[in-house]
Nanobody
Framework: QLRLMESGGGLVQPGGSLRLACTGS????????IAWYRQAPGKDRKGIAC????????LYADAVQGRFTISRDNAKNTVYLQMNSMKPEDTALYYC?????????????????????WGQGTQVTVSS
């Protein structure tokens, strides 16, 4: 399993932006799926963005398509989630997840893979 750590959460106003970071060893290896999940109070944890290192392909949940961007910095062993045009419904605990060897898939409006490694999560609150 990979050891992952998220950072960058906080309070942001509606319409604002925030960037999350996920650091961990192994994130630059081949055939790794790296994703961002989120869990709002009282709801299930859902995959919202994912990147497959085998080909760099990125996938997004319908709810964040066009607003969020997942990217990698191999030199820093870091995966980012840039969140723009944020909405109150983006408020959640955000987790980084990784698995290997595998790829992400788009399923039922969300992204998914059989993730074995998880970070502790970082809170994001969108409120005025």
């Amino acid at each position: 399993q990979l050891r992952l750590m998220e950072s960058g959460g906080g309070l942001v106003q509606p319409g604002g932006s925030l960037r999350l970071a996920c650091t961990g060893s192994g994130l630059t290896s081949d055939y790794v799926a790296i994703a961002w999940y989120r869990q709002a109070p009282g709801k299930d944890r859902k995959g919202i963005a994912c990147v497959s290192t085998s080909d760099g392909n990125t996938l997004y949940a319908d709810a964040v398509q066009g607003r969020f961007t997942i990217s990698r910095d191999n030199a820093k062993n870091t995966v980012y989630l840039q969140m723009n045009s944020m909405k109150p419904e983006d408020t959640a605990l955000y987790y980084c997840a990784a698995a290997s060897p595998t790829r992400c898939i788009y399923y039922n409006t969300y992204v998914w893979a059989d993730f074995a490694s998880w970070g502790q999560g970082t809170q994001v609150t969108v409120s005025s």
